[in-house]
């Protein structure tokens, strides 16, 4: 039996990989956020706010804006799908799982973009990606935003 100490990084990695099991029997999304802010984002994940503009208004990938109700008061950009992360653990199965279908996630500064998709990767998407900048970005360049409405894609 060994008897060496953990190294603090050995106990960390322990206890995401716990987080992680749990969180896919329970399927939930903020368990493995939670676990994911501490592991550095795979900056291959995400991609250029200009490219993101591009790929939501060509309609080649579905933008879900993950930012809160509050948030989205201030303007959203028009197609993109409203999924408050605080409501990610009762709305995962809304984001599309499929390969063959791009998906990004934007919030304000692609900090809890980032994070989610980590874990959503983790948990077997492929094809999420994060809008680098955020929506932070968007209105700072003047890019068109619209009021949230019931007609809004949800």
């Not at 809008?131 to 894609?153: D, F, L």
Request: net charge positive.
């Amino acid at each position: 039996m060994n008897t060496k100490p953990l190294m603090k990084h050995q106990v960390i990695a322990t206890t995401r990989r716990q987080i992680l099991r749990s969180a896919a029997v329970l399927g939930t999304v903020s368990a493995l956020w939670a676990c994911s802010k501490e592991a550095p984002i795979d900056p291959s994940w995400g991609v250029a706010l200009d490219e993101g503009r591009r790929l939501l208004e060509s309609n080649e990938a579905v933008v879900f804006d993950i930012r809160e109700p509050d948030e989205h008061a201030t303007g959203v950009a028009a197609g993109a799908r409203l999924l408050p992360m605080s409501t990610l653990n009762q709305r995962v199965q809304e984001i599309p799982k499929d390969p063959q279908q791009p998906v990004l996630l934007i919030c304000n500064t692609q900090n809890r973009s980032g994070a989610v998709i980590q874990a959503l990767r983790e948990a077997g998407w492929t094809n999420v990606r994060y809008v680098n900048g955020g929506m932070s970005e968007w209105a700072r360049r003047g890019w068109p935003m619209v009021a949230p409405t019931a007609k809004q894609p949800q």
